[in-house]
């Protein structure tokens, strides 16, 4: 099993509200990314980090923010929710190797409603 | 540009018979090459990758996948199936020479093996 975790699993919550998605690995993983996913469809990267204080935007327009301020841990934030937000996210993370590239590490996953 | 393709939505098989999920890729230079599944209300579990030597590559739950890089393919394959190998399958790529990005995924393929 993965050291990585998200919390909350599951999450419903109004419009407009201010949510945090947390995630955490344990392993010293210096790379960690979040993934966008309908259920039963294909990953969308959103943001990724390749270390603290480093972040950047994936493949797929958010409105979600993100932080690196420690190595292990790599909160989601929306500032106002909206039905459009709902989906599944899925934390991810691997480490760098020189010369090899090794697989990614992901969490259970946060299944977010907003109604 | 990177990506991968997963030609078939849904693959359905009886058990005890082989199964074969394919994959095709696009990278400018040479990939690393993975298989992930994902079963219901679940994070990704990491099956199986290609990085480097032996084009058969031999993973999880009894799993394999062949590399052929002029076919630009790397399909997944199991024998003999089981029912409880039920599940979404999701092949993904990075360019070797372009170690700090983050994985890109297919768009996903249902296996459902029947009794």
């Known amino acids: 099993e993965a050291d990585i975790y998200q919390t909350p699993r599951y999450l419903v919550i109004g419009t407009g509200k201010k949510i945090t998605l947390e995630c955490s690995q344990t392993?010293?993983?210096?790379?960690m990314y979040w993934y966008q996913q309908d259920p039963g469809m294909e990953l969308h990267l959103i943001h990724y980090?390749?270390?603290?204080?480093?972040?950047e935007k994936g493949d797929l327009s958010s409105e979600s923010t993100v932080s690196r301020i420690r190595t292990e841990h790599f909160p989601l934030t929306l500032e106002s929710a909206r039905p459009s937000h709902t989906s599944q996210y899925l934390c991810?993370?691997?480490?760098?190797?020189?010369?090899?590239?090794?697989?990614?590490?992901f969490g259970q996953g946060t299944r977010l409603t907003v109604v | 540009a990177q990506s991968v393709a997963q030609p078939e939505d849904q693959v359905n098989v009886a058990e005890g018979n082989p199964l074969t999920v394919k994959c095709t890729y696009s990278?400018?230079?040479?990939?690393?090459l993975f298989w992930y599944v994902q079963y219901p209300n679940r994070g990704l579990q990491f099956l199986l990758k290609?990085?480097?030597?032996?084009?058969l590559v031999k993973g999880s739950y009894g799993f394999e996948a062949e590399f052929n890089k002029s076919q630009t393919s790397f399909h997944l394959k199991k024998p003999s199936a089981l029912v409880s190998d039920s599940a979404l399958y999701f092949c993904?790529?990075?360019?070797?020479?372009?170690?700090?990005?983050?994985?890109?995924f297919g768009k996903g393929t249902t296996l459902s093996v029947s009794s």
């Open positions: 991810a993370s691997s480490a760098s190797r020189v010369g090899m590239n090794t697989e990614a590490f």
């Open positions: 392993m010293g993983h210096d790379k």
């Open positions: 980090s390749y270390g603290v204080n480093s972040t």
């Open positions: 990278v400018s230079g040479n990939p690393y």
């Open positions: 290609y990085i480097t030597g032996d084009n």
């Open positions: 993904a790529v990075r360019d070797r020479n372009q170690a700090g990005t983050a994985l890109i």
